[in-house]
C-alpha cells in the first residue's frame, strides 16, 4: 500500500494508536502531521519519525475548538501544501456510573471525542474538496455499538462518532473523499492501562479471541481504508476486537 506524495493528518498522533497508525502510514511513503493537544509531546514524537527519515511536523491543536482545529488545519496547508488523509484518533475518557457522573466530566468526552471529530471533518473538507480526493478514517470504540457500564459519555460519544461517519459519507461520496470508521475492542494502550484487574477479565472473557488487541492491529485497519484497496468503500464500520462484537 503506497502512500508516497500523501499528507496524513493524525490527531492525537503522538502516543498510542495514534502513534502506531502514524508509523503505518510512513512505512507507506506518508508525510505526517501528527497533531497533540500539546505541541511538545507531538514534536517529541515528530523528532523522533524525522530522525528515521519520515517527513513529520508537529502541530498543536484542542480538537473540541474549532477555532483551533482551523488554525491547525491551515498551518498543515502551508507547512505541507495538501491534506490528503484525516485520521481522528483524538478522545479522553471520563468513567464513572451515570448516577455518580458530573456534568462536566459528560461535556468533556463530547466535546473531544464527538465535537472535536465533526470539527476536524469540517475543516479538512474545504481542501479535500478542492482536490477532489480525500480519506477519512475516525476512531469509534465497541462500547459506542453494544453499550459499557461506567461509559455512558464514552459510549455515546462514540456512537455518534459513527453516525457522524456515514452521514459524512454520503455528503462527500461525490468529491471522491471516503469516510470510515474503525471500532476497536479492548485495546493495550496507556488509556486501558488505568483499567481494573477485574474490569480487564471481565472485557477478555467476551472476546473469542481470547486476548487483547495491540495498537497495530487497529493501524493496520486504519491503513487499509485509507489505501486505494478501499477506495470503493465508504460509510462502514470496521471491528477491530477479536470478535467481541459479531
Known sequence: MSFEGKVAVITGGARGIGRAIATEL???????????????????????????????????????????????????????????????????????????MKESDWDAVIAVNLKGTFNCIKAATRPMMKARFGRIVNIASVVGVMGNAGQANYSASKAGVIGLTKTAAKELASRNITVNAVAPGYIQTEMTEKVSDAAREAFLTNIPLARAGQPEDVARAVKFLCSDDAAYITGQVLHVDGGMVM
Request: with cysteine; proline share 1%; aromatic share 4%.
Open 26 to 100: 510512513a512505512a507507506g511513503g506518508a508525510k505526517l502531521a501528527l497533531v497533540d493537544v500539546l505541541l511538545d509531546v507531538a514534536e517529541t514524537t515528530a523528532a523522533e519519525f524525522r530522525a528515521q527519515g519520515v517527513d513529520a511536523a508537529a502541530f498543536a491543536a484542542n480538537v473540541a475548538n474549532p477555532e483551533d482545529v482551523n488554525r491547525m488545519c491551515d498551518e498543515v496547508i502551508a507547512h505541507f501544501g495538501q491534506m490528503d488523509i484525516l485520521v481522528n484518533n483524538a478522545g479522553i475518557t471520563r468513567d464513572n456510573l451515570i448516577m455518580r
